[in-house]
């Protein structure tokens, strides 16, 4: 399975205690807090000298209960992933990374001022990070070949914090707070567990849901194919990857058995 959070997919920001913004944040999405209803410097009236809400507010109720649930599965469900990579220690400011699993053990950074961090192809990115996530000002991610906002996961130990100007992407998880400093952006959505999102204008654009494929493995036991079907055994179990243009079979020959990969599509 993939860290999808279910029905929290259509917020750009959760939060478990209060969702404050001062100056013109604009957010484009649902914005929900639970267990709690605190929520300030908001307005669903365009022109209002305020931050503007393009979306609908669910403070405290079942709908925002039950995205925030949500978001909890996806969270231990990336959290348990097997990684791709060590990241520990690592500046993330000019890395250019392949979908994966990418862990820090403690913080997570983007230190250089005005630094990049590179996302290339189509695919599932996860980052399971132990402890906080900071970017500095003027950051930002780009996202190239292929590779879209929606299937980026950031899966937060503690808080979050994004630089002034930095433009951030994919869908936060974090089980304390997040925080953006001035004019920091984000394509994907913000989900504060336990505590605050805390705004500063800023500008917040939900991004749509990541499709993906599953694929399966059937290892030929007796090398036997025929017009009526394969004799096979599952070898392993699903996986999860972004969609390609077309679904595909591939056939690869080895010593003593013939692997078929089916790709199939989810929609």
């Known amino acids: 399975n993939c860290p999808i959070p279910g029905s929290a997919l259509r917020f750009a920001i959760l939060a478990g205690s209060t969702v404050s ?56 469900l990336a959290a348990g992933f097997a990684m791709t990579r060590r990241m520990t220690g690592v500046d993330i400011a000019g890395q250019i990374l392949a979908p994966g699993v990418y862990k820090f053990d403690s913080d997570a950074a983007l230190k250089a001022p005005n630094g990049n961090l590179t996302l290339t192809g189509p695919g599932i990115y996860v980052f399971q990070i132990g402890s906080t996530l900071i970017t500095s000002g003027g950051s930002q991610i780009l996202l190239v070949n292929g590779a879209t906002a929606g299937c980026v996961y950031w899966q937060v130990g503690s808080s979050a914090t994004l630089g002034i100007n ?81 679904s595909t079979m591939l056939i690869s020959q080895t010593a003593s058995a013939v692997e078929i990969v089916f790709k199939v599509r989810i929609v």
């Open 21 to 76: 913004s001062t100056g013109l944040t604009n957010v484009t999405g649902d914005l929900g807090i639970s267990p709690s209803v605190a929520l300030t410097g908001f307005s669903q009236i365009p022109g209002a000298n305020t931050g503007f809400l393009n979306g609908s507010s669910h403070l405290g109720d079942e709908t925002a209960s039950k995205a925030k649930s949500d978001v909890k599965t996806a969270y231990h």
């Open 166 to 246: 930095s433009q951030f992407v994919g869908i936060i998880m974090a089980q304390a707070s997040i925080g953006f400093d001035t004019n920091a952006s984000l394509l994907g959505s913000a989900f504060a567990l336990d505590a605050a999102v805390t705004l500063n204008s800023n500008r917040i654009n939900v991004q749509p849901a990541c499709k993906y494929i599953t694929k399966f493995f059937f290892v030929i036991t007796s090398l036997f194919v025929s017009m009526f079907g394969v004799l096979g055994t599952i070898l392993t179990a699903p996986e999860c990857h972004s969609l390609s243009a077309s």
